[in-house]
């Protein structure tokens, strides 16, 4: 459930959002930011709604209720680009894509290609780190049904935008999973970069791979989600592909 506020950090409205992130010093300050934030009242109203009924599987915990910061290192070169937290992995633990199957499978492909030292994630304390890597959402709020409105998905912009300039000196290759991910990419381009984003923009596909010369390279990859991964739309195989694409990319070894 949500914790103590502190009035002074909140964003609640869109034009707080752009102020608080443009703040932001930096990772911590911006983590902290973003967890202080109540400017889309629909997602407000729906994750701590979640929160409060709770799963009965997870009856017994307190979740987090709150916006989910990105997770990872400050100097990524690798940025992967989720769609939002899931209202009983993210919003529950309070780590992006931890405490849910759509985690299960990212992070033991990471694990896999040696970018995260545990195949699992399961709670916010669970010592996972990555290497070279840095995952965040479009929106930082878990949406009821997986969707936010585009109002939604451009008042929480901001947030993207600063944290991608905050690791702009090592980020080589964002990796979008899903085409909500691939389309919220390109205003981080002009907003981050002063890259005008291509016209007409490159389809989403899982493999499909975007490259500037001012900007980081941009990789497609069908979101993790259980309706991918059980239906064999996405395979471990094919999971791992992509960030062996990604590290090449990169420059990971
Ligand atoms: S979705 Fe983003 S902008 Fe909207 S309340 Fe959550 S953190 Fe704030």
Not at 28 to 35: E, P, T
Not at 41 to 60: G, I, N, Q
Request: aromatic share 8%; glycine share 10%; proline share 8%.
């Amino acid at each position: 459930m949500a914790e103590a506020r502190t009035p002074d950090a909140e964003a609640r409205t869109p034009d707080e959002v752009v102020a608080r992130a443009a703040r932001a010093t930096g990772l911590v300050d911006l983590d902290g930011a973003v967890s202080d934030c109540f400017a889309c009242p629909r997602l407000v109203a729906w994750r701590e709604e979640v929160a409060r009924t709770r799963r009965a599987a997870f009856r017994d915990q307190t979740y987090w209720g709150r916006p989910v910061p990105g997770f990872g290192t400050a100097d990524a070169r690798i940025g992967i680009l989720g769609l939002a937290p899931a209202a009983h992995g993210g919003n529950r633990t309070g780590r992006i894509f931890t405490g849910d199957r759509s985690g299960d499978v990212l992070f033991a492909a990471l694990h896999r290609a040696g970018l995260a030292n545990q195949p699992t994630s399961v709670a916010a304390d669970d010592g996972l780190a990555l290497r070279d890597t840095r995952i965040f959402a479009a929106v930082r709020c878990a949406p009821p049904d997986n969707k936010p409105t585009p109002a939604e998905r451009d008042t929480c912009a901001p947030w993207l935008h600063r944290e991608v300039a905050l690791i702009r000196p090592t980020l080589r290759v964002v990796v979008a999973l899903g085409a909500f991910a691939w389309a919220a990419w390109w205003p981080a381009l002009r907003e981050v970069y002063g890259v005008r984003p291509p016209s007409p923009r490159p389809a989403f596909g899982h493999g499909a791979h975007w490259s500037g010369t001012a900007a980081p390279a941009l990789l497609g990859c069908y979101h993790v989600s259980q309706q991918n991964t059980f239906t064999g739309r996405l395979t471990p195989g094919m999971l791992d592909d992509v960030f062996a694409r990604a590290k090449q990319l990169a420059g990971v070894d």
